[in-house]
């Protein structure tokens, strides 16, 4: 049996899916099984609830091989890290409690990085956590995902303009979340391996923004240009749409490590990156975003 938790997320709901057309037995973790695909509901095993509360981890976790293990984002929570640790906690005592063999993370390059990185330090102390436990662990080590600039549709359509917090001549290793999905699909499905390791899932491109603007200006056949903002007004307006001051402090400690580095060792030492180019990821999931915003 297959846990999955966030199913209904961009990661989880592409797991999932492919999950179910390769015949796994899959239990997921949903507070409203309404959000899943309809073939989920009827193929999948579902334990209602949120995966922070150890009574639906206790019945989720029972005879479990495997889980896929994510916490989900919370803009209204006012400490990152126990917002992270909050979930893993209770995840942790009933991986123990109930014999949990194997668990895949969705985690973050860059454990070591000696600063605070906001939601990317917390990432790292939610594997420490599950680590402790001692079951086997891969942890997968992402960059910048692609999937961040589809919350900019809407700019890149009425004023063409890109911005994000960091500089605009750092490049950024980048990935698809298909490819993560794929990855944690294959070591689901893989009863085999064993220990505990960090897994990094990079694609082909490392572009800076500058860079990301001209790629977008030629397949959406419309000039971006790249803005980066005061990092003082960025938070001043995350806060303004409801974000807590904490998180979107997170996001521009985030920022400020993704401009020193903080993803520079593990992409270097790249030897086989995921599939998935910028170009191609704009062209098969951002346009279609773009098309549906202005149905």
């Given amino acids: 049996m297959i846990v999955i938790t966030a199913p209904t997320g961009r990661i989880g709901r592409q797991v999932l899916g492919t999950l179910l057309d390769s015949g796994e037995k899959v239990r997921v973790v949903v507070r409203d099984p309404a959000r899943l695909a309809p073939r989920a509901r009827e193929r999948a095993e579902i334990v209602q609830g949120s995966h922070r509360e150890p009574k639906v981890l206790n019945e989720a976790f029972e005879g479990a091989d495997g889980v896929l293990w994510l916490v989900p984002p919370n803009a209204a929570a006012d400490d990152i890290r126990e917002h992270y640790l909050g979930f893993t906690r209770p995840a942790c005592e009933a991986i123990e409690a109930r014999g949990v063999r194997r668990v895949v993370g969705i985690s973050s390059l860059g454990r070591g990085y000696g600063a605070d990185a906001g939601q990317l330090s917390a990432a790292f102390a939610m594997d420490e956590m599950i680590e402790r436990t001692g079951v086997a662990y891969r942890a997968l080590a992402m960059p910048f995902?692609?999937?961040?600039?589809?919350?900019?549709?809407q700019a890149l359509r009425a004023r063409g303009e890109l911005s994000l917090p960091v500089a605009p001549d750092r490049a950024l290793?980048?990935?698809?979340?298909?490819?993560?999905?794929?990855?944690?699909?294959?070591?689901?499905?893989?009863?085999?391996?064993?220990?505990?390791?960090?897994?990094?899932?990079?694609?082909?491109?490392?572009l800076t923004p500058e860079d990301m603007a001209r790629v977008l200006s030629e397949v959406l056949e419309r000039p971006v240009r790249f803005e980066r903002p005061d990092g003082e007004a960025y938070k001043a307006t995350l806060t303004r749409y409801g974000m807590h001051e904490a998180w979107a402090q997170g996001l521009l400690d985030m920022a400020a490590a993704q401009d020193d580095g903080i993803y520079g060792p593990e992409w270097q030492?790249?030897?086989?990156?995921?599939?998935?180019?910028?170009?191609?990821?704009?062209?098969?999931?951002?346009?279609?975003?773009?098309?549906a915003t202005a149905a």
């Fill in 145 to 153: 995902f692609m999937e961040n600039l589809l919350h900019q549709v």
């Fill in 173 to 206: 290793p980048l990935v698809a979340t298909r490819d993560i999905a794929a990855v944690a699909v294959r070591l689901l499905a893989d009863g085999s391996w064993s220990g505990q390791d960090v897994v990094p899932v990079i694609g082909p491109d490392s």
């Fill in 269 to 291: 030492a790249l030897t086989a990156p995921a599939p998935t180019g910028f170009r191609q990821w704009c062209r098969e999931v951002l346009i279609p975003a773009a098309r």
